[in-house]
């Protein structure tokens, strides 16, 4: 197994609903279950997560990660309302164009040089989630 490439970060704004990392190398299987964890913590609470994850320095999977994604599919499909990812790989950009009409969540992916327009989207929905309705 390869040393883990993932840390845990802490968002600009306090928020007990955002899940964020950062890789700088090869995903393994362990730093799945990590992430199923603090996602599983949000769930617990009745809430949905904001997920954030940095691939800026991402190299890759281990083939357990698919393994630990498939046991926890059916909570990672309503684990979160937004997924921001932030990284230069093309193909990561073409995905989430195919991906995100199909799913129920928001998936935006983002260039390296703008983590600041991430959080700014990722949190935008928290600022205004206690805001009371306009009169119509």
Known sequence: MSESGMRFIEPPQPNDRVVA?????QMTAED??????RL????DRGEKALLYIDMR???GYELGVVSEKLKHI???WKAFDKYA????ARSM????????????QQIRH??????DKAWAWLLASEAVAGAAPSPA
């Open 21 to 25: 990392a950062e890789f700088d190398g």
């Open 32 to 37: 799945m279950k990590a992430l199923v964890e």
């Open 40 to 43: 599983q913590a949000v769930v």
């Open 57 to 59: 320095n991402y190299k």
């Open 74 to 76: 059916g909570m990672l």
């Open 85 to 88: 990812i932030v990284g230069d």
């Open 93 to 104: 950009e073409i995905w989430i164009k195919i991906v995100d009409p199909l799913t129920p």
């Open 110 to 115: 983002f260039h390296p040089d703008e983590t």
